[in-house]
């Protein structure tokens, strides 16, 4: 074959591989790079010790055994502050669950009251002039009276006097219907007058010559009466006072912590002791402006219809007034927060055997409901039975130290033998270092081949201090753990080494 004929085979190749690797490096770049619709980039938050210790960091690492710490995304937090119960302390304390739901939130408000006039419905009777009480039609305290009822007839001589000029200011104005302009006009005056003075003593249309009859201005009772026949009485002196008791006001104190629970407009029942068994429904009619320092209490005035006027003034009433927002709000049964007196919280139920401690915003009150403003959602279920909760302090404890509530040198209490029977068991042997101050033990120990774990030095958490009392710092040992939360190993057994091992 000839050099010419070489050259070009040997062109002919190289042009070949160069095609095959251009279309290979463009294939795969397109199935590399990603398309401007594919998943969006997750956001690293740190990095986690990988056997679950707490330990993380802002930048790759590895532990002590040369492990890399895992990466942790937005949306993938473990979380620690997890309580878990084995199944038969559930079952045995009869832990119950209810879902946060939304609901009409209406409390009912106890306070006392007493019964009060209405002061609209308040009738005094007291003339403005001068006079003498010539005869009583009405002559006692609690006589009740219609309107227009007469009720006594007065003898004045101011109000004759005047009741005559006024008679004949009419007569002559009458009597010069054929006078000029000018003189009508001045006796005009003169009438117009004498009109006034009988109107500004409530007397107008009254020009008879004879005794003044003075009549109820309305339906109601005499609650007080100081006429007397033959009495003299003074511009302004009172002499009859009338009540219409057909509605009455009930005055209820309510506390100053739940006045701004009761709305103006909001329903009351209203019972009294003359009457237990009656209850008269009324409404917020008005919530005065001021406390009452001595009793810290808001006054509320209550509207109520009295048929058959078996509410005296006077009385004392019980009063249960309807409070509420008047919407659905997001709620849990009381019973289900715990207070701690500086913020509440409750249990949600994650799965069996398994919940989380979360703090919670409360708002309004209900007899048996609570609205939550913040902290959990519709639909999550919250234990709500308070023995749970005891008996469970210790682990509250521990998962609320996850929300770093408790410090951190507070000694991880004991395990139940129902919960160290419902949780695996991991044997191990190696050596105690120390047992510190804060109660957890430094053990330095051997490979755990069921955790896949390398000889490495730990610190552990002890289910019970008692275990470590009597064991000296480099003995031999052998130990059990458990994992209590996640990424939390407790020793539940430890004792020396038996000898031969």
Known sequence: MSNLVKAILVALLLSAVAATGYWYGT???????????????????????PMGLPDTSPVPKKDAMGMDYVAVYEGEEPSSAVVSISTDKIQKLGVRSEAAALRELNATLRATGRIEIDERRLHTIAPKFEGWVERLYVNTTGQAVGKGQALFDVYSPELLSA??????????????????????????????????????????????????????????????????????FMPGEMLYQIADLSSVWVIAEVAERD??????????????????????????????????????????????????????????????????KGGKVLTVPDSAVIDSGTRQVVLVRLAEGRFAPRTVTLGSRSDDHVEIVSGITEGEQVVTSANFLIDAESNLKAALRGMGDVPQGTLTPTLSQGERGKQVGHQAQG???????????SITHDPIPALKWPSMTMDFALANPSLAANIKPGSAIEFEIVERGEGEWVVTKLQVQHKGH
Not at 35 to 49: I, M, P, Q, T, V
Not at 273 to 301: K, M
Not at 431 to 441: I, K, R, S, W
Request: charged share 25%; net charge positive.
């Open 27 to 49: 294939t795969s770049a397109e199935f590399r790079v990603p398309s401007a619709e594919g998943k969006a980039e997750r956001k690293l938050l740190y990095y986690r010790n």
């Open 163 to 232: 009741q005559r000029e006024h008679a004949l200011a009419v007569q002559g104005l009458a009597a010069l219907k054929d006078a000029d302009a000018e003189a009508k006009q001045s006796m005009q005056r003169l009438v117009d007058a004498g009109a006034a003075r009988l109107k500004n003593w409530n007397m107008a249309g009254t020009d008879s010559a004879q005794g003044i009859t003075f009549r109820a201005p309305a339906n109601g009772i005499v609650i007080e009466k100081k006429a007397v026949q033959g009495m003299r």
């Open 259 to 324: 006045i701004g629970q009761v709305q103006k407009g909001a329903k009351a029942r209203v019972t009294v002791d003359a009457g237990p068994e009656r209850v008269f429904e009324g409404r917020v009619d008005f919530i005065y402006p001021t406390l009452n320092e001595a009793t810290r209490t808001v006054q509320v005035r209550i509207q109520v219809a009295n048929p058959g006027g078996l509410l005296k003034p006077a009385m004392y009433a019980q009063v249960h007034i309807d409070a509420g």
């Open 431 to 441: 050596m105690l270092e120390a047992v510190n101050a804060d109660g957890t033990v």
